[in-house]
Structure formats: structure tokens, C-alpha cells
Antibody, heavy 119, light 110 residues
Framework: EVQLVESGGGLVKPGGSLRLSCAAS????????MTWVRQAPGKGLEWVGR??????????DYAAPVKGRFTISRDDSTNTLYLQMDSLKTEDTAVYYC??????????WGQGTLLSVSS | QSVLTQPPSASGTPGQRVTISCSGS????????VNWYQQLPGTAPKLLIY???QRPSGVPDRFSGSQSGTSASLAISGLQSEDEADYYC???????????FGGGTKLTVL
């Protein structure tokens, strides 16, 4: 059974940094493309970015609102996905989900972790 | 302002058939397949329909999807109380180089 467990959320001041983690199990993580999606309180879903598998180049893509501030990485030895978030803004406040990504079909989701950016 | 346009709400009575529309453009739905996600209250989204009309294992055949031109739709037949949820359409956008979502449709079972 695929399991994705996010962690690392919390309260951060504007301009601060935080790193989210996503522990994966139940599938061959190293072969998977992975995506982060966020959902602001009471709002819809928003794509944050994705990372390809190393065999497919391991490259990353980001949504315009986070490009240059967020970095997605992966550790295939520990089956963990990361989202490093710098220069945080209040509008980054959201629940962050990690998902498996099969040609942009997001077929498995974690339970999410909440990031609050506030002074 | 979402790239894909969905009605904010929809409703129906048990047993009814309801449809939810999703309108896009030539850079997304017009060129790429549509996926639908169901988000039950207080839970993470779940893949409901992929590649316009395919159902993942475990999704009842009451749920169906279709796509035509730059629009797509999700149909739910034999509506049940447990179908009350938010529904999101999504498609890859060639111009934005990433997937885009609709704003979501809140389905109420009366």
C-alpha cells in the first residue's frame, strides 16, 4: 500500500524558512516522479512543483509564485521527498501535500502538513 | 482566479444524476487529458478520474468523465450522501509548464 507522510509544518514569520519532508513507502520511490500541491485555508488546490526520478534526469519544475524561493529535492536512499521553502510570505500559508506523479496524474496523496506564515 | 473554470457549487438529491463542468483553453484541456479529484470534508484529495474518463481501481462506475474540445465534465449518477465533497478538475498546461486546477465545485446532496 502506498503511504506518503508529510511532516515539518509549523508557524514561521514572513521572510523565514522551513523544510517540509515526505516519507514514502509501499512503492519504488526512486522510480517515481513526485509533486507538491498546496491548499490555502478555504481555497482550492495549487501546484507547487515537481521532481523527476533520477533516471529521468532528476530535474525540477516550479510554479511561478514559488520559483526562486522553493526547492524540491529527494533522497532515494531514505525514500524521502523534501520541500525547502525560503523567503516565506503570508500567502504561502497552506496545507502542503506530497503526491506521486504519473504524467501529471496525481494518484496518491499524503495527509498534508500545515504551514502558517504570520508575524 | 483559477486557470480552469468550474461552477462553485452543485447539488442534487439521492439517486439523481449531476454533472460538473470544467472549462479551459487550447493550452490545457484542448491539448492534454483531464484528471478529476475528490476531496471529502477534512481529508486529502483523491484521484477520481484520470485521462478524461478512466477510473482508478476502487472508484465506483457511478462516476464518469468526458472531454470535448477545451471543456470536460464529471458526471455522478445514483447520487449518494457520501458523494458530498469538493471536486477539482486538472490538466497539464503547455504554456505554464505545469498542471493547472479548477477552483473546485462543492457538491451538496440535499
Amino acid at each position: 500500500e502506498v503511504q506518503l507522510v508529510e511532516s515539518g509544518g509549523g508557524l514561521v514569520k514572513p521572510g523565514g524558512s522551513l523544510r517540509l519532508s515526505c516519507a514514502a513507502s509501499g512503492f519504488t520511490f526512486s522510480n517515481a516522479w513526485m509533486t507538491w500541491v498546496r491548499q490555502a485555508p478555504g481555497k482550492g488546490l495549487e501546484w507547487v512543483g515537481r521532481i523527476k526520478s533520477k533516471t529521468d534526469g532528476g530535474t525540477t519544475d516550479y510554479a511561478a509564485p514559488v520559483k526562486g524561493r522553493f526547492t524540491i529535492s529527494r533522497d532515494d536512499s531514505t525514500n524521502t521527498l523534501y520541500l525547502q521553502m525560503d523567503s516565506l510570505k503570508t500567502e504561502d500559508t497552506a496545507v502542503y501535500y506530497c503526491t506521486t506523479d504519473l504524467s501529471s496524474m496525481l494518484d496518491s496523496w499524503g495527509q498534508g502538513t500545515l504551514l502558517s506564515v504570520s508575524s | 482566479q483559477s486557470v480552469l473554470t468550474q461552477p462553485p457549487s452543485a447539488s442534487g438529491t439521492p439517486g439523481q444524476r449531476v454533472t460538473i463542468s470544467c472549462s479551459g483553453s487550447s493550452s490545457n484541456i484542448g491539448r492534454n487529458t483531464v484528471n478529476w479529484y475528490q476531496q471529502l470534508p477534512g481529508t486529502a484529495p483523491k484521484l477520481l478520474i484520470y485521462s478524461n474518463h478512466q477510473r482508478p481501481s476502487g472508484v465506483p462506475d457511478r462516476f464518469s468523465g468526458s472531454q470535448s474540445g477545451t471543456s470536460a465534465s464529471l458526471a455522478i449518477s445514483g447520487l449518494q450522501s457520501e458523494d458530498e465533497a469538493d471536486y477539482y478538475c486538472a490538466a497539464w498546461d503547455d504554456g505554464l509548464h505545469g498542471p493547472v486546477f479548477g477552483g473546485g465545485t462543492k457538491l451538496t446532496v440535499l
